[in-house]
């Protein structure tokens, strides 16, 4: 089985010592797209909190 998993790099200032690499390992998605959906309302949140934010769905399982 082909999952997806949703991983953000966060950086609360331009500096890259302020920067996080944080996957949801709560939450595995069936497709690409609903990875990239449930991200998004993530990356909104922290965006509008004046959070940088850059967002990946990786493929995990038998073909990754």
């Known amino acids: 089985v082909v999952m997806f998993i949703s991983v953000l790099l966060i950086c609360t200032s331009l500096h890259v010592s302020s920067c996080d690499i944080v996957a949801n390992t709560e939450d595995l998605y069936f497709s690409q797209q ?31």
Do not use: E
């Not at 940088?52 to 990786?58: D, E, I, N, S, T």
């Open 34 to 64: 609903q990875c990239q959906n449930q991200t998004a309302i993530v990356v909104s949140k922290l965006v509008s909190s004046g959070v940088a934010v850059k967002p990946k769905c990786f493929k995990v399982g038998d073909s990754a």
